[in-house]
């Protein structure tokens, strides 16, 4: 098991940027597949963004281009910077861990089923 944190969360005006951080309880360089996940209220919790051991990445159509999802395996802390925030990306954003398995597509790695190991979720807030 992989024990995640999250931080790095709060409120932003629309525009804005911030990055979030997730900790984790075991080298990140073992880890085969990390994602980003958020939830608005109201809605199912959506793949972000996804990065594998070979630093492999995948982004949801809704953040490409602003978000940016990336590794430090010397902090063992999963980053994802997000630039020109707009109101719609206020939600729970989730880091979640795969040790041992990663999809063969990006669409198969943003999806909820394949991560069994979750934070508790840090908050984002957008303003218009």
């Known amino acids: 098991q992989v024990q995640l944190v999250e931080s790095g969360g709060g409120w932003v005006q629309a525009g804005g940027s911030l990055r979030l951080s997730c900790a984790a309880s075991r080298y990140i360089s073992s880890i085969r597949c990390m994602a980003w996940f958020r939830q608005a209220s109201g809605k199912e919790r959506e793949g972000v963004a996804t990065?594998?051991?070979?630093?492999?990445?995948g982004y949801a159509d809704s953040v490409m281009g602003r978000f940016t999802i990336s590794r430090d395996a010397a902090k063992n802390t999963l980053f994802l910077q997000m630039n020109s925030l707009k109101p719609e990306d206020t939600a729970m954003y989730y880091c979640a861990a795969n040790r041992f398995y990663c999809g063969y597509t990006f669409a198969g790695r943003l999806a909820r089923g394949q991560y069994n190991n979750w934070g508790e979720g840090t908050q984002v807030t957008v303003s218009s």
């Open positions: 990065i594998d051991s070979d630093s492999n990445t």
